[in-house]
Structure formats: C-alpha cells, structure tokens
C-alpha cells in the first residue's frame, strides 16, 4: 500500500472528516466545504475514512500531542531503549521524559506515555468510523463482497491499534464501534488484558482478507493470521499460535503473491529494497511526495548519528550489552550465558583524531554490523565508521551508533527528506517491519519448545541463522561467504573483511540439553535478529512469568544483567541515568496508565496498573 494515504484522491467534504483526525498531513488538500452524509456515506466516502485508519499505523499524524518520536510505531524508546537494545544517547537532560523511561522510574504523569496512548486510540476510532459509516451507504455503490472487505481491514486496523497499546500497558480498555471514546467520553473500565478480543479481530480480518491486495502495505489474509499468531503468543496460547504459524510458513504469500522467504539480511533495512519476500506487513513510509517529509519515518527522526548521515541527533545508540551479544564461540554460536563476561572492543574514550585504533579480532556474529556502528567497520556506503567524530556525546552514550534506520549514501537525494522543514535529511522511507517472516520463524520456533519437540524448534533457529551464516563476511559492501577476518590491518577501502565473522548451527543441542536451554537460545536468537527493532522489551514482558509467560522472573534477571554490565564498564561512560537505573520486579514489566487518561475516566475506572 505504498503511498495508499496520497494516491487515493477523496472529496474536500470528507477530507473535513479526516482533518478532525488531522488525516490532512497525509493528504495535504484543503477541506474547504461542509461535511454532509450524502457525501461520507458513499463507497469513495468510505473509502476516504478507510485511509484515515491507515494513516496512524506509523503512529504519527499532524497536530498530535506531543512530538512524533514519542509515538512512532518503531517504539525505539519503549520497545528497544528500555528493554536494553540501545542508551537514549544525545546529552543526559535532552528529552527527559525519554530518560525517566530509560531508568524505569517513569510514573503516570509521563508525557511520552499519555501521546503514545492518545495515538493508539485515535486510531481505534478512525477504525471503528469505518464501521459506523459503511451501513449508511445507500446507493449501492459497494457490493456485499467489497461491504466484507471493508469490514475486515477495519477489524484488522482495529486489532493493530489495540495491540500496540496492549503491548505497553496490557490492561487496556476494549474499544468497539459501539462506543465513541472521543469528545471526553471515557467512560470505559481496563479490567483485565483484552487478548481475546483483540485475536478476535485479527481473526475475523483474516477469514475475509484477500490473499493478496494491489497496493503494498495494505492488510492482507496472511498479515491478519501473523498478527493473530502474535497476539495468541502474548496470550500464550501456543498451540492455536503454532498452528497458525504453520500455516503461514507453508502457504503465506506478500500483496503480490511471492511465497514468505528470508531475504540477504541487510535488505530488510534498506529503504530500496523493503516490502520483500520477507516483509508480512511493513509500515509504508516515503518522501519526496510533496508533504514536506510528513510521510517519513518520523518515529525514527531523531535517531541518527550526529556527524555523517543526517548530521543530527544523537539518539538511540546500541548498548555494550547488545553488541556483546554477537560474541560466538568457536562454532560460531552464540555466548548464551557468557557473552558479558568481558567487552567486545571499542572505542569509548579513545579521542575522534586517534588514527591508531583498530577494531578488535573477537569471533562475531555478521549480523552485528547491520546492526551496530562500530569505529573501524564500513556503515554502509558512507565509508568506515571513525566512531567518536560521529558521537553526540560519547561519554553519556557509548561508543556505538544506529545503523538499521538509516539510509545509503548513494540513495540519499531519493530516500530522506527534512522533516517538517526542519530536520534535513532526517525524514527517510525506510519503512518499518511491523513483522517479518524471520518473526514467524522464530515464533514458530517458541511454540515448538513449548509443546517439547525440540528438534522442530532448533530446526526453525537454523533457517533464520543459516541465513545469517550465508552472509558471513563483508567485501565491497556486500556479505559473501565466511573466510575469516583481519582486524589487524585498517580498512580503507573496503576491500578485506570487516571482521572475524562466524555464524553456525545448532546440532542437536536442543535436544541434548532439554527445554530449558532450547527456551533460552530461542530467546537469544530473537535478541540478536531483531534487536533495534523495537521489540525487546515486549519479549521480556511476554515471557515472564508475572505476565503468564513460562521464563520465570527473566525481565527482572535480563534487565538487571544490562544494567550491571553497563554500569560495570568504567569512568569512560558517565550516564547518570544509567548509574541510578532499577528495574523493580513485579512493577516495571508493565508501564504506567497515563494518569492525564485515568483523570478522564469518569468515576476513575480507568485503574493504574500495579505497582505505580
């Protein structure tokens, strides 16, 4: 569905709907006269009110409250920041709000949280408008079968919006298109997690969805059941989620009919080459189409380098401990229980102009340098990263730099814009991958350990890290096969190996070393292939026990690993936020009810949730 908000034209009178969504920044056309039910209740009103629900799902739209990084659906800062992927970065008091998340001491009054809240509701009700409208058509502009689609997308959109709130706060009110949760009716109680309902949506969705849909991006059969599966395994309702999976790996096509497959692990990053065979539903985002950068990947806007690409903003910088993650061992398999045991070299505290350092010889995996900047190592196209000349402020936050949301070199002029008019080159149509199919894979392979056939689920790991072995070496650029690396002579025109990379598979070892083991790698697996990605800290949370998950307290012992690495590290690294960081079990495994949304409630039945 690229570009679905801009390449369908709808009329001024339903645009004046869509503006009181501010749906007008996609649209960018005046609403200049009165709304008027003739009009909306035709299939192009419908229509228009449809890309109005699709516009949020980047979590951003024109006049929201707050900024557009606090809410994009990326979650950079709950999904990654918090659950240890990366440090906030920039200076210690850029973006408190941002900061008192990082240090797990935010409280209801976050503002961060209350925008993030407001974007997923607004989008519950631009779907559930959808709804309201479609029985009003009278003129038979829409058949019974297209009635049905609409219905599903709707339902699809539905469930989208309430998972990305239940993955926050799980205790979410429910929101269907019998109520208005607008205009200061809030009138709804959050009894309990909503998984259920939402898997219902998601189902529903699926059993109307076309296989296929001309324009990318949009919902189709396949994204309902990946979503469905996903939110079942938040449930952990495994069996009904595997078989789901099942499904998807056997038959599971993209909008244009390409069977599900792993693709070169670098190009699901690359805005030239998203909406793959391996993306299942990616969030559409693009520039130069005459919105002033407000179709780009705003979520993303302040998370470059401060030198190099973009030139600003210094945030989301990855931690010691997720590039220690990469460490593998002779085999070339990961350092499960050992890979804080020392620090992958780097150059914190080595000065910008030092021209001697050298990248270390440590035994890698390759997917850390599409991953991470590392000084010494190619960032793409732009040359080989020097590291602290690229660092805001290197001391508060760490030697490394995002690499997964930035663009090439060579496609910059077509692939970022200014967001805003402000920030140049920092809007990008580097979509996002909501899911790819290396996610089922390795949900897939979660569900597998559950049910104890631990040879299906080792057999899942090595499809995605096969993948990752295939492309074991850095030459010109490009990944080629593993030859080993020497890291003891610079890299200065990218013609040797960027480092000692080796990826291998598992043989057996799942079952040799029982379920427990087979849990922990597949939980690792999904910690180095889709970390930056937003999704770490919901993985902790699902998979503790506090929240029904069958890992005991392993948000508590994850986080508290990370911080005691971090802090470990020495004087060269100064966060004060991070000296003072403390994850408190049975509290922060969730995050606080905006307390702005529990002062709406009427009769306050809207309840926090424990511990804040």
Avoid at 131 to 142: A, E, N
Avoid at 218 to 234: G, H, I, Q
Avoid at 282 to 303: C, M
Avoid at 538 to 556: K, Q, T
């Amino acid at each position: 569905m690229k570009n679905l908000k801009l390449k369908i034209m709808i009329p001024a009178a339903v645009l004046l709907l869509a503006s009181s969504y501010s749906c007008k920044k996609f649209l960018d056309q005046p609403a200049n006269s009165a709304l008027t039910p003739d009009v909306v209740a035709t299939r192009t009103g419908v229509d228009g009110i449809l890309i109005g629900a699709y516009a949020l799902v980047d979590g951003v739209y024109a006049e929201q409250k707050g900024s557009p990084w606090e809410t994009g659906t990326d979650n950079w800062i709950y999904g990654s920041v918090v659950g240890g992927d990366a440090f906030k970065g920039s200076n210690p008091g850029d973006q408190p709000a941002a900061a008192n998340l990082e240090a797990f001491n935010a409280t209801g009054a976050n503002d961060y949280l209350d925008d993030k809240w407001r974007v997923c509701y607004a989008g519950v009700q631009r779907a559930n408008d959808v709804l309201r409208v479609l029985p009003t058509v009278k003129d038979g502009s829409i058949t019974a079968d297209q009635t049905k689609q609409y219905i599903a997308e709707a339902r699809f959109l539905r469930g989208y919006y309430h998972l990305e709130a239940a993955k926050l706060w799980k205790n979410v009110p429910y929101v269907d298109e019998t109520v208005t949760y607008a205009a200061n009716n809030y009138d709804l109680a959050n009894d309990g997690p909503i998984w259920d309902k939402i898997t219902a949506d998601f189902a529903a969705a699926a059993a109307d969805l076309p296989e296929t849909q001309p324009q990318i991006g949009r919902a189709n059969k396949w994204a309902a059941l990946a979503f469905e599966a996903k939110t079942l395994m938040f449930d952990h309702k495994y069996p009904a989620a595997s078989a789901i999976l099942t499904d998807i790996i056997a038959n599971g096509k993209t909008s244009s009919g390409a069977k599900y497959a792993l693709v070169p692990y670098a190009n699901n990053f690359n805005p030239s080459t998203k909406n793959g065979p391996e993306g299942v539903f990616v969030v559409q985002t693009s520039v130069k189409d005459g919105a002033n950068g407000l179709n780009g990947n705003a979520g993303n806007v302040l998370n470059f380098p401060s030198g190099g690409p973009a030139g600003c903003c210094g945030f989301f910088q990855p931690t010691f401990d997720f590039a220690n993650s990469f460490k593998v061992d002779a085999n070339g398999l990961p350092l499960i229980d050992t890979y804080q045991n020392d620090y992958i070299k780097n150059d914190q505290g080595v000065a910008a102009e030092n021209a001697t350092y050298l990248p270390g010889n440590e035994l890698l995996d390759a997917r850390i340098d599409w991953s991470v900047g590392r000084r010494g190592i190619p960032y793409l196209d732009w040359g080989i990263c020097p590291g602290a000349a690229w660092a805001r402020d290197q001391p508060n936050g760490g030697p490394f730099l995002p690499i997964k949301n930035v663009y090439y070199k060579a496609a910059q002029s077509t692939t970022s814009d200014s967001y805003g008019g402000w920030a140049a080159n920092q809007s990008t149509s580097n979509s996002y991958n909501a899911i790819r199919y290396a996610d089922v894979l390795l949900w897939a392979a979660e569900c597998a350990v559950e049910a104890s056939q631990l040879g299906v689920a080792e057999g899942y790991v090595n499809q995605v890290r096969a993948r990752a072995a295939i492309q074991s070496g850095w030459v010109k650029g490009k990944l080629t096969g593993y030859t080993g690396g020497d890291a003891t002579k610079p890299i200065v025109d990218n013609t040797q190996f960027a480092a000692n990379y080796k990826v291998g598979l598992y043989t057996g070892q799942f079952t040799a070393n029982g379920q427990a083991f087979a849990r922990k790698a597949v939980y690792f697996e999904r910690k180095i292939e889709l970390g930056m990605e937003g999704h770490r800290t919901f993985d902790l949370s699902r998979w503790d026990a506090v929240n029904g998950g069958p890992a005991g307290s392993i948000m508590a012992t994850e986080i508290e690993k990370f911080l005691k690495n971090t802090r470990d590290f020495g004087d060269k690294f100064t966060s004060a936020v991070m000296k003072v960081a403390k994850f408190t079990a049975n509290r922060n495994e969730l995050f606080p009810i905006p307390q702005a949304q529990i002062d709406l409630s009427p009769g306050k039945k809207l309840k926090q949730n424990p511990g804040y």
